[in-house]
Nanobody, 123 residues
Framework: QVKLVESGGGLVQPGGSLRLSCAAS????????MGWYRQAPGKQRELVAS???????DYADSVKGRFTISRDNAKYTVYLQMNSLKPEDTAVYYC?????????????????WGQGTQVTVSS
């Protein structure tokens, strides 16, 4: 009932910037916390940044000061602005959302993931 569609990935040179977007669609009541994760080859998936409905944010130490997460609740979209990109940022990036999909007969929530988008930082 809920689909997250990511866009904005690609190839960029070190020091460059990319902006990732993830829009939610389908049937749902509210979108709660949203976040971005990444997974590099041979490594575990890690949390990059998260944001609450009210705009409170949290970042991994490795990206703090370079990345900015934001959201547009009217558009059901979360963004990740990535600046000063480094080769070690190369990974598949996934967006995630905690979603309330029903309130009747009981409140129902779920965690949903996008399909992932490749970010490659290389000269």
């Amino acid at each position: 009932q809920v689909k997250l569609v990511e866009s904005g990935g690609g190839l960029v040179q070190p020091g460059g910037s990319l902006r990732l977007s993830c829009a939610a669609s389908g049937t749902f009541f509210t979108i709660d916390n949203m976040g971005w994760y990444r997974q590099a080859p041979g490594k575990q998936r890690e949390l990059v940044a998260s944001i609450t409905p009210g705009g409170n944010t949290d970042y991994a130490d490795s990206v703090k000061g370079r990345f900015t997460i934001s959201r547009d609740n009217a558009k059901y979209t979360v963004y990740l602005q990535m600046n000063s990109l480094k080769p070690e940022d190369t990974a598949v990036y996934y967006c995630s959302a905690d979603v309330t999909i029903a309130a009747y007969p009981t409140q129902t929530t779920g965690n949903y993931w996008g399909q992932g988008t490749q970010v490659t930082v290389s000269s």
